[in-house]
């Protein structure tokens, strides 16, 4: 997909006159704090020290991605819309980029991660959201949310893939956390998808471009979403 979004990200970019001048999109890995603020639950990733948001900005713009390699990057926009995508850090400063354009331009909305009690508001809202869209679906989630996970338990019948080695095994409001090589067990299972946007990054997302309903939750995929008409979730985002 990464290839596809780059010919759009270029000729966007050329369509509004951007390609030729010496733009500068700064990311930078946030704070746990500056991130997500300092909501009451500790067990988020962010929180807890796993990973990172990177952070662009551009023309006032801001736009967030979701990285497990993080670090600071500057570089003209030209630059950036041509890098080679071989890495979560190269994929985390072209998404977050991405992300920051688009807003200026208005054609994404919600490019930066919710805070405080927001999250925790946020997994309510999708519990009713999936409820009056899908009725009582099996739902296979990708990437374990905290707080998405305990809204949801309760209510549907619920499989969860992670890639963090800490949470694989355990038991988390009642749903245990599977390793992904579950994944496409659980898709064959599922009546829908709920896909972490950090999959954009990590370059998983392919195999959930699937036949089912597919819901990405989170302000990582907010551009890559509007340019390939993806079904996404994230009522809090800014």
């Not at 355990?170 to 956390?177: A, L, P, T």
Request: charged share 25%; glycine share 8%.
């Amino acid at each position: 997909m990464h290839d596809i979004i780059r010919e759009k990200f270029i000729r966007l970019i050329k369509e509004h006159g951007l390609e030729g001048e010496e733009v500068t999109v700064k990311a930078a890995a946030l704070s746990p704090e500056q991130a997500i603020g300092n909501p009451e639950d500790k067990d988020y990733p962010l929180v807890k020290g796993d990973e990172r948001l990177m952070q662009a900005e551009f023309r006032g713009s801001k736009g967030h991605a979701f990285t497990d390699r993080y670090g600071n990057f500057s570089g003209r926009l030209a630059d950036i819309a041509e890098m080679d995508l071989n890495n979560n850090f190269r994929r985390a400063i072209f998404i977050s980029s991405l992300n920051a354009v688009m807003n200026h331009l208005g054609l994404a909305e919600r490019t930066v991660h919710c805070k405080d009690k927001q999250p925790r508001e946020c997994a309510t809202e999708l519990a009713s959201y999936i409820k009056e869209n899908y009725g009582q679906p099996k739902i296979a989630m990708v990437g374990f949310q905290p707080r998405m996970v305990e809204a949801l338990a309760p209510h549907f019948e619920l499989r969860v893939t992670d890639m963090d080695k800490v949470n694989i095994g355990q038991e988390k409001f009642g749903v245990k956390i599977d390793d992904p090589a579950r994944t496409k067990e659980n898709l064959e299972w599922c009546d829908i998808a709920l896909v972490t946007g950090t999959t954009i990054v990590n370059d998983t997302i392919d195999q959930f471009l699937i036949a089912k309903p597919v819901i990405f939750y989170g302000a990582t995929i907010a551009g890559a979403a509007e340019l390939q008409g993806l079904n996404r979730f994230c009522p809090f985002g800014s």
